[in-house]
C-alpha cells in the first residue's frame, strides 16, 4: 500500500513540475513577444519621422519651384481721345512720375488738322515697373475716354533659361582655354586659342546683352498710348445702355453733326469765296465781250 501511495505522490509532483515548466515557458514566450513589440515601436516611429521629413523637403522644394518668378514680358496698348488735350498731357505725366515710370518716346503732333479745326494727338512709348502696372492702367483710364485697350502677355523663360545655360558654357569654355593659354609653348597654338578665346569673349558679350535686355523688358512694362483731340467726344453706347438714354445720344449727336456741317459749308464758303470772285469776275467779262461782238 506504501508503495502505491509513493507511486501516487510522485505522479503529482511530476505532473505539478511539468505544468510550472510548461507555465514559465509561455510566460517567457509572452514575455519575448511584448518586448519585440515594445522595439518595433520606436523604429516604426523614426521612419515616419524620415518618411515626414522626406515630404516636407520635396513640398519645400515644389514651392520654392513654384515662386520662382516667371519669365514674362507685358505690354499694354491704349488710345484715349479727350477734348482738352494740354490738361490731359499734364496728368499722364504726374502718374508717369507718381509710379516711377519714365517716357521712353513721344511725338506729338500740334497742327494736325482733323475736321478743319487744329486738333492735337499725341504717341507715348511708356515704361512702367511691373509691380506698379496695373494701379498705373487703372488710373490712367481715368484722365480721358478710352476707346481701345489691350494687353498681351508674352513668357520668355524658356529663351532666358537658354540663353543663361549657353553663357554658362562660354564662360567654362573661356576657363578652360586661359589655362591652356597659360601652358602654351608654341606660337600657333598660342595664335589659336587667343582667336577662340576672342570669339568666346564677343558671344558672351553678345548674351550678356541679351539677358540685361530681358531683363530691362520684364522689370519693366511698356505702354503704348495715343491721345487723340476730339471736339466731340465718343459715345459709350452699348448692348445694355437703356433705349432712353440711346435715344438722348442720337438726338445729341444728329444735332453736333447738323451743326458741324453747316460750320463746315460755311467755313468752305469762305476759303472758295477769293476763287468765285474771280470766276465771276472772268465769266462777266466773257459775257460783256460776246455781248459786243453779237452787236
Known amino acids: ?71 514674362i514680358i507685358t505690354t499694354v496698348l491704349i488710345s484715349m481721345e479727350t477734348k482738352e ?11 508717369i512720375t507718381k509710379y516711377k515710370g519714365y517716357v521712353e518716346n513721344s511725338d506729338i503732333y500740334y497742327n494736325n488738322y482733323i ?4 486738333l492735337k494727338n499725341s504717341h507715348h512709348s511708356i515704361r512702367i515697373p511691373k509691380e506698379n502696372l496695373n494701379q498705373f492702367v487703372e488710373e490712367l483710364k481715368e484722365i480721358g ?32 582655354i586661359l589655362e591652356l593659354l597659360n601652358k602654351a609653348e608654341k606660337m600657333e597654338d598660342i595664335i589659336a586659342l587667343e582667336n577662340q578665346l576672342s570669339t568666346i569673349i564677343y558671344e558672351k558679350e553678345n548674351l550678356t546683352i541679351n539677358i540685361k535686355d530681358m531683363d530691362d ?35 445729341k449727336d444728329s444735332l453736333y453733326f447738323f451743326t458741324s456741317n453747316i460750320e463746315n459749308l460755311v467755313v468752305s464758303l469762305i476759303y472758295f469765296l477769293p476763287y468765285g470772285i474771280i470766276i465771276g469776275v472772268v465769266i462777266y467779262v466773257l459775257l460783256k465781250f460776246r455781248k459786243k461782238r453779237g452787236e
Do not use: Q, W
Not at 481701345?148 to 549657353?166: A, C, F, W
Not at 459715345?235 to 442720337?250: E, G, L, R, Y
Open 1 to 71: 500500500m506504501r508503495n502505491l501511495k509513493n507511486r501516487r505522490l510522485i505522479l503529482i509532483v511530476a505532473f505539478i513540475l511539468s505544468f510550472s515548466i510548461i507555465f514559465s515557458g509561455c510566460a517567457r514566450k509572452g514575455i519575448s513577444k511584448s518586448e519585440t513589440s515594445y522595439d518595433m515601436a520606436p523604429m516604426e516611429t523614426e521612419e515616419n519621422k524620415i518618411s515626414g521629413i522626406r515630404d516636407d523637403l520635396i513640398v519645400e522644394n515644389s514651392s520654392i519651384d513654384s515662386v520662382e518668378p516667371e519669365k
Open 85 to 95: 488735350f494740354m490738361v490731359t498731357t499734364d496728368k499722364l505725366n504726374e502718374l
Open 115 to 118: 475736321e478743319h479745326s487744329g
Open 145 to 176: 475716354n478710352v476707346i481701345s485697350e489691350n494687353t498681351s502677355k508674352e513668357d520668355i523663360s524658356k529663351t532666358y533659361r537658354d540663353t543663361e545655360s549657353r553663357l554658362r558654357v562660354l564662360e567654362a569654355k573661356e576657363k578652360r
Open 217 to 251: 523688358k520684364i522689370d519693366y512694362s511698356t505702354v503704348y498710348f495715343e491721345l487723340r483731340e476730339v471736339s466731340k467726344l465718343s459715345s459709350k453706347d452699348n448692348s445694355k445702355t437703356p433705349f432712353s438714354t440711346k435715344i438722348a445720344n442720337a438726338f
